[in-house]
T-cell receptor
Framework: GNSVTQMEGPVTLSEEAFLTINCTYT??????LFWYVQYPGEGLQLLLK?????DKGSNKGFEATYRKETTSFHLEKGSVQVSDSAVYFC??????????????FGSGTQLTVLP | DAGVIQSPRHEVTEMGQEVTLRCKPI?????LFWYRQTMMRGLELLIY????????DSGMPEDRFSAKMPNASFSTLKIQPSEPRDSAVYFC??????????????FGDGTRLSIL
């Protein structure tokens, strides 16, 4: 089956620190990969995505590269801000025949950035 | 543009009562999804619709849960009778039909449900 494994949190960093949140996946074929972010009291928002091997998704200073050889999609940011404090979810959609749209989510990683 | 709108934002009710959660998807989106989020189980897909038709309801926990989509701009998730273990945040999301399965899902702000 399909699954996503994220590094366990919570993660606490100081402002301007480097961030890495690890994500690995198991899926048949070549899934599309996503990072969603959830701010307190809100729904999930798409942060970035990559649809094929070696693609790099980027948004708001965050980046993640689709690594087929290691089945990974790690999220990185060079300098985090207090406003980045949120829960981050890695997710995949398996691309196969048909129009299945089910996102499979990881368990989420809570990030807290201290001033 | 208006996003996905869910109501109510918060619901507190007693066990055994019927609960109805509502969702208005983004106009023009063909897919609608209902998720449940808990600390123990994370985010779970309950059911999703395409063009108002339920496609996969395998995530619906039991017969007490039902979902409908009478038209393209409205969906409900009903729990009857409710139980304390149904307490969770319920999210609705929608996405476009065109452009393939990579289309992002847009989430509402959720309904926080507490069953006493």
């Amino acid at each position: 089956g399909n699954s996503v494994t994220q590094m366990e949190g919570p993660v606490t960093l100081s402002e301007e620190a480097f961030l890495t949140i690890n994500c690995t996946y198991t899926a048949t074929g070549y899934p599309s990969l996503f990072w969603y972010v959830q701010y307190p009291g809100e729904g999930l928002q798409l942060l970035l995505k990559a649809t094929k091997a070696d693609d790099k998704g980027s948004n708001k200073g965050f980046e993640a590269t689709y690594r087929k050889e290691t089945t990974s999609f790690h999220l990185e940011k060079g300098s985090v801000q207090v406003s980045d404090s949120a829960v981050y979810f890695c997710a995949l959609i398996p691309i196969s025949s048909g129009s299945a749209r089910q996102l499979t989510f990881g368990s989420g990683t809570q990030l807290t950035v201290l001033p | 543009d208006a996003g996905v709108i869910q109501s109510p934002r918060h619901e507190v009710t007693e066990m055994g009562q019927e609960v109805t959660l509502r969702c208005k998807p983004i106009s023009g989106h063909d897919y609608l999804f209902w998720y449940r989020q808990t600390m123990m189980r994370g985010l779970e897909l309950l059911i999703y619709f395409n063009n108002n038709v339920p496609i996969d309801d395998s995530g619906m926990p039991e017969d007490r849960f039902s979902a409908k989509m009478p038209n393209a701009s409205f969906s409900t998730l009903k729990i009857q009778p409710s139980e304390p273990r149904d307490s969770a945040v319920y999210f609705c999301a929608s996405s476009r039909g065109t452009g393939g399965p990579n289309q992002p899902q847009h989430f509402g702000d959720g309904t926080r449900l507490s069953i006493l």
